[in-house]
């Protein structure tokens, strides 16, 4: 796969070397990378905390003085949310990929996407003042009246930079829903888009029509806080919970924000590792779609024991169980993808399969908190702290290091060593499950979450789960340094060397400054892999022996 | 001669798509922009109706004149804006610019009402938490709807401000021939920004100055 | 993009100005009729016809390309669930509204 016209464009890194075509680029390739950076950055601060929160739950006596273990634990709920999740495999992979997928120069608002990088750093900036100058103890949910009345910590910056860090997330989500309903190559219809794609349109879907109601809500906790006269307040008539109501209104979708790129990624990665096409493409786009307008009526189920009526419970009881259905039908269709297929077990796809079991651990253990009576008794135990690490840790993590890894090449023509990248990939999910599994015991035997000791006989469960944590820590320092060792050593990547059918694959590696030297012509949906004769079908049409 | 400078961006094939595609992602900032709004008055209107007497007792010193006259100044803004608009797209530039500062001015007019109407406020002690006084036959409610008085039509007056720059760089776009009748675009999408504003003004209006009325 | 010179005559525009500002009149006339919660909801219909003709008018959502209905549309369609879901707690709850 010699490509001649490789050698003569320049590709995005080498195309200008100072550090203003960087910080001032318009190319969302360079943007990518540059939250990658900003990404990982925020997500070994938010590491550091949970590390400190697990040593200090190590033994019953503690390490932290109790209101610095709050802080820890508020900080790594914030930072991990709002500064790694959510904005995780949108702004890197999907910055990345959207346009190269569909066949596109660049995203419809090159100049939006830099300054949404920008927004998200000056918010990163202003919560690392929070933390800074003596942190947050609300936790990252703020409740009031406690968040505005009788927290001493910085609440107000730490609400003012979730504030910002939405009008990022805005950006960058309204820009995808513009390029992928108005930029995509001749002949990309809906219905041969990347299953990545899809994802990526439905986490953009929730981000724009949940961010502003966050956003108004965190503004009126800054106003109460600020002035000391606000919307929630009970002595003048207000409803603390109805900040609740607001907060859960974008924070319960944000779940889905966090899960369902790594679902569209998930089966990119199974289906040419399987070298089969997806089992039941359609039924995977609906559920997808269906997943994200879902996610929008189950938000009360955070809120059972917060002094909701009953009768609101049982309707938001009711639709969270609506919810599993189209995460069933995923599982259900990447389980039938495998059936048959030829699998390789490299390391992106040892990271979907993690994905696939953790999420499917994590998705029954909601159906559990789900049902009203259950969760009144495991509400706010480790029962929950282990439900939701398995889907947002355990689920979203695992694919967006998978989507990392395989996607490596195309971003920096480099091929990662294989065997360092399988090792990191089952310590993550062996770390994973000692670290969170005894969690879903010590909630069955009654522990709260957020308390900064516990009874001495809790301990073994406990001291499991933190040494699974610093397995965990090493499974995730680890790519840290064989990644960066293959920017220099690793053997170049040709344009497709996991013999993969997307369009991104047709240019070189990495791909030159506006991607496609012609703009490419689809014929042909995703995944045309022949597990019989080996042989696949890019997008263009194109036939591979 | 102008337009020959313009050309679409990388991504885009025409100048026509590149406006097309302009217009679409304004739409769906004014959709996240209409749920950003829409929260704020679903707490008055829950508050509302919670407390219909006292939030109607509290609303009775809202200044009625200043809101009114407003709600004219702005509706009559969205038409200037849009007059301006059309002469742009069939390229009379003098007329155009005319509009612009017509709308401008009335912007800038709103403005001035409302920093009018902000000092009376504070002289009727309705200012929470800086210069409030709760007065015979209110309830401590009252300062609920100062709060979202004051939230909203802070933000309104920010969105304004913000309407107002960007109509100024139109301005200064249109002077330098960068909008012509080949390329409108941008105007266009402003034009929207500045109606979307005004159709929150539409909505606040009821909810602040008519409430305590009988 | 979207419209032509010629259909771009003011006669329509300054006519729904007129309608506008007509509009506001029975609002407040609305309000001084002694309706309590009954002239909120009338204001509140009001206003929602007079953004319609704003929208329709002079943001010009008619015309192409429709997709803009979608995105206009999207935005006050999902606060019917924000509003409608947090009413079947407000509308039961015992204690609530506060004395």
């Excluded at chain 1, 997806?278 to 995977?284: L, S």
Aim: net charge neutral; aromatic share 16%; hydrophobic share 55%.
């Amino acid at each position: 796969m010699a490509m001649i016209a490789a050698e003569v464009e320049p590709t995005y890194l080498d195309n200008e070397h100072t550090i203003a075509s960087w910080l001032l680029t318009k190319d969302h390739k360079r943007i990518a990378m540059m939250f990658l950076v900003s990404i990982t950055v925020f997500f070994f601060i938010g590491g550091f905390a949970a590390t400190l929160i697990r040593l200090h739950l190590a033994t019953p006596e503690g390490l932290l003085q109790p209101s610095l273990y709050n802080r820890m634990f508020t900080m790594h709920g914030v930072i991990m949310v709002w500064f790694f999740l959510i904005p995780s495999i949108p702004t890197t992979l999907g910055n990345f990929l959207v346009p190269m997928m569909i066949g596109a120069h660049d995203l419809a608002f090159p100049r939006i996407n830099l300054a949404s990088w920008y927004v998200f750093n000056l918010s990163g900036l202003v919560l690392l003042y929070a933390l800074i100058m003596g942190g947050v103890d609300t936790g990252w949910t703020f409740y009031t009246p406690y968040s505005t009345v009788y927290s001493n910590g910085y609440v107000f910056a730490a609400a003012l930079a979730v504030f910002v860090n939405g009008f990022s997330s805005i950006m960058t989500a309204l820009n995808f829903v513009v390029t992928i309903h108005r930029l995509r190559a001749p002949g990309m219809t809906w219905a041969r888009l990347p299953l990545f794609i899809w994802g990526i349109y439905a986490v953009s879907v929730v981000m724009l029509l949940a961010t502003p109601v966050l956003a108004m809500d965190t503004m009126l906790l800054g106003v109460e806080r600020f002035i000391g006269v606000g919307m929630f307040d009970p002595r003048r008539g207000g409803d603390p919970i109805l900040w609740q109501h607001m907060f859960w209104f974008y924070s319960h979708p944000a779940v889905y924000i966090m899960i369902l790129p790594g679902m569209g990624l998930v089966s990119e990665l199974i289906a040419c590792y399987a070298r089969r096409p997806i089992f039941g493409y359609a039924g995977m786009t609906i559920a997808m779609m269906a997943i994200a307008i879902l996610s929008f009526f189950v938000w009360a189920h955070h809120m059972f024991v917060a002094g909701i009526s009953v009768y609101s419970a049982i309707v938001f009881s009711l639709t969270t169980f609506f919810v599993a259905v189209p995460s069933a039908i995923k599982v259900f269709n990447w389980t039938v993808s495998l059936h048959k297929g030829a699998i390789i077990f490299d390391a992106p796809m040892l990271y979907a399969l993690g994905f696939v079991l953790l999420f499917t651990i994590g998705g029954v253990t909601g159906l559990m908190l789900a049902t009203l009576g259950v969760d009144v008794a495991t509400h706010a135990t480790y029962f929950v702290v282990a439900h939701f690490h398995y889907i947002m840790v355990g689920a979203t993590v695992s694919a967006f290091f998978g989507g990392v890894h395989f996607w490596w090449p195309k971003m920096t023509g480099r091929l990662y060593p294989e065997m360092w990248a399988r090792f990191a990939a089952i310590l993550t999910f062996i770390g994973f499950n000692v670290t969170f599994f005894p969690q879903f015991i010590l909630g069955n035997l009654g522990m709260p979450r957020r308390y900064y000791t516990y009874p001495p006989e809790w301990q073994s469960w406990n001291l499991l789960s933190s040494a699974g944590a610093s397995i965990l820590a090493v499974a995730y320092l680890l790519p840290l340094f064989y990644l960066g060792w293959s920017l220099v050593y690793g053997k170049r990547a040709g344009p497709n060397p996991w013999r993969a059918t997307g369009l991104e694959w047709l240019t070189p590696s990495p791909p030159p400054k506006d991607n496609f030297e012609r703009t490419p012509v689809v014929t042909v949906g995703p995944y045309a892999y022949d597990p019989e004769t080996d042989q696949y079908v890019t997008q263009d049409g194109v036939s591979h022996a | 001669m102008p337009s020959a400078t313009l050309r679409p961006e990388t991504q885009y094939a025409t100048l026509a798509q590149q406006g097309e595609v302009a217009q679409l992602g304004m739409w769906v900032f004014l959709a996240t922009e209409t749920l950003f709004f829409g929260a704020l008055i679903f707490t008055y209107y829950l508050y509302r109706l919670s407390y219909p007497e006292a939030i109607a007792e509290a609303a009775k010193d809202a200044v009625l004149w200043c809101g009114s006259v407003n709600i004219g100044l702005l509706l009559t803004s969205s038409l200037t804006m849009v007059l301006a608009i059309n002469a742009a797209a069939q390229g009379r530039r003098s007329a155009a610019t005319g509009w612009l500062l017509m709308t401008i001015g009335l912007g800038l007019c709103f403005l001035g009402v409302k920093g009018y109407e902000y000092v009376a406020d504070y002289s009727d002690h309705v200012v929470p938490a800086v210069n409030f006084a709760l007065k015979p036959g209110e309830s401590p409610v009252s300062e609920l709807f100062w709060v979202y008085y004051f939230v909203a039509t802070g933000l309104h007056a920010i969105h304004v401000t913000t309407g107002l720059g960007l109509l100024i760089y139109i301005l200064w776009r249109l002077r330098r021939g960068r909008i012509s009748a080949a390329y409108y675009a941008p105007i266009e999408v402003v034009g929207l920004y500045w109606s979307f504003v005004d159709t929150v003004w539409i909505f606040l209006y009821p909810t602040i100055y008519l409430a305590g009325r009988t | 993009m979207n419209i032509e010179a010629k259909e771009a005559s003011s006669f329509p525009f300054v006519c729904a100005w007129l309608l506008l500002l007509i509009l506001v009149g029975l609002s407040v006339l609305s309000a001084f009729q002694g309706l309590a919660l009954w002239a909120a909801v009338i204001e509140f219909g009001i206003a929602a016809f007079q953004a319609l003709i704003v929208f329709l008018l002079f943001m010009r959502l008619k015309g192409p390309p429709s997709l803009k209905w979608v995105f206009a549309g999207t935005g006050f369609f999902w606060l019917i669930f924000l509003y409608g879901l947090s009413m079947t707690d407000y509308a039961t709850r015992t204690g609530w509204p506060t004395k």
